[in-house]
């Protein structure tokens, strides 16, 4: 009897330890989660990218830009204003930032069929759908057409002798399967305008197949398949 008591006994000290065991693991893994997430949002509202103008090779400044940045993108109003990375594949920046280092928010990067120049008529930029309006998160305040009436300018600064005015007239939703908008170079302009015509839920201008398109893009939610995509003009 003796012996199957001190059995119990430790047992019973097993599962306590075990108990304790497993409410560290918890413990520890949420204070990881509330820190990455720290680190991510930090980094999606990175003052530096917004602030940092340069691109190219140049090391002298440690937080310098490296890789290809094919463009300065700014929306006025809004949290919008990156450079746009374009990698050899889509996959390239989509977990790195602008320094060449590791981020879960990723880059806003030009699609890597596109002209890096944004010579095509068409050309489609993306970006992660962040929270607090942090990189393409600020795209689905475009659904609301007082707020794309009041924000629908900006520019794109390809180098100093050249900066587009982007004029924002349409936004819809879609999904990332369709040759459309996510195919660049598979579809004419004409083509591409008529489908943002028919699927445009704001639609503020007549938009014919001489003018320059960008659209840009993110995921509805993670996991879904929906992108929202806003639709600008290129002028110089």
Do not use: W
């Amino acid at each position: 009897m003796k012996v199957i008591k001190q059995i119990i006994r430790c047992l019973s000290l097993f599962e306590d330890i075990l108990l304790l065991f497993v409410f560290l693991i918890f413990l520890i893994t949420g204070i990881y989660a509330i820190y990455d997430n720290f680190l991510l949002y930090q980094s999606a509202g990175n003052s530096s990218i917004s602030s940092d103008k340069s691109g190219g090779d140049d090391r002298e400044n440690e937080k310098s830009i490296v890789g290809y940045m094919a463009a300065r993108l700014t929306i006025d109003g809004t949290n919008i204003d990156y450079p746009i990375m374009q990698g050899e594949t889509n996959i390239e920046y989509l977990n790195k930032d602008p320094y060449g280092e590791y981020s879960l928010s990723g880059s806003i990067f030009l699609d890597s069929r596109n002209d890096g120049k944004f010579e095509d008529d068409y050309s489609i930029v993306y970006g992660h759908h962040m929270e607090n309006g942090y990189m393409f998160g600020a795209l689905d305040d475009f659904l609301d057409e007082d707020y794309l009436a009041k924000h629908s300018s900006g520019t794109l600064r390809i180098s100093e002798d050249l900066i587009y005015k982007i004029k924002i007239f349409a936004v819809l939703i879609d999904d990332a399967t369709c040759d459309y908008f996510f195919a660049p170079g598979s579809r004419s302009n004409e083509e591409i305008i008529e489908h943002i015509k028919e699927k445009a839920l704001i639609l503020t201008k007549d938009v014919n197949d001489a003018d320059k398109i960008i659209a840009l893009s993110t995921c509805r939610q993670a996991g879904s398949n929906r992108r929202t995509i806003v639709i600008g003009s290129l002028y110089v």
